[in-house]
Antibody, heavy 124, light 107 residues
């Protein structure tokens, strides 16, 4: 059974960098054809895909966040990470890590496994 | 980006009702559409992928249909465990996008 677990600070100051880690168990992040992704959800609002890293290490980011977001892999720890720079109160949200799976012919992927989510508050 | 629009935003229904949620895409996404169920304080759960393929373990009262720009999620007989928010998501682009959600409430 694939499981994902987010970890990181729950409080970040404005203008600083938000850093989160997702630890994956039950699957290797360096094998298979999966898109390890970060998705966030402000309180009472919808879901926003932020970015992903493929098992090969290639990345793709939401154009609205592209200049501020970085996703990276640590295969030795079976983890992937998110960094979001220059945060403001608008970045306060629950952050989820998720595994993206494609149907083979699709350009993109759906999310079949999710972490439980972690609340990050941006405040001084 | 491909915009996804769900209707209605909120739906009030009773146990046993047949419920239909619509999701429209701003351009064709073929059949590359997924549906998720989210309960308060929990992560979304995959229900359907490729517009109509039920994920493993999802009850058969859930079904999906559609292609191109218009899709529906149907719950044939609403159960107490089904009161939740439902999201559609397209994956016909390198940037997946979600609908704004439909909350299914108890009538």
């Amino acid at each position: 059974q694939v499981q994902l677990q987010e970890s990181g600070p729950g409080l970040v100051k404005p203008s600083q960098t938000l850093s989160l880690t997702c630890t994956v168990s039950g699957a290797s992040i360096s094998t298979g054809s999966y898109y390890w992704s970060w998705i966030r959800q402000p309180a009472g609002k919808g879901l926003e895909w932020m970015g992903r890293i493929y098992t090969s290490g290639s990345t793709n980011y939401n154009p609205s966040l592209k200049s501020r977001v970085t996703v990276s892999l640590d295969t030795s720890k079976n983890q992937f990470s998110l960094k979001l720079s220059s945060v403001t109160a608008a970045d306060t949200a629950v952050y989820y890590c998720a595994r993206g799976t494609s149907n083979g012919y699709s350009l993109g992927y759906y999310f079949d496994y999710w972490g439980q989510g972690t609340l990050v508050t941006v405040s001084s | 980006d491909i915009q996804m629009t769900q209707s209605p935003s909120t739906l009030s229904a009773s146990v046993g009702d047949r419920v239909t949620i619509t999701c429209r895409a701003s351009q064709s996404v073929y059949s590359w559409l997924a549906w998720y169920q989210q309960k308060p304080g929990k992560a979304p759960k995959l229900l359907i992928q490729k517009a109509s393929s039920l994920d493993s373990g999802v009850p058969s009262r859930f079904s999906g249909s559609g292609s191109g720009t218009e899709f529906t999620l149907t719950i044939s007989s609403l159960q107490p465990d089904d009161f939740a928010t439902y999201y559609c998501q397209q994956y016909n682009s390198y940037s997946p996008t979600f609908g704004q959600g439909t909350k299914v409430e108890i009538k």
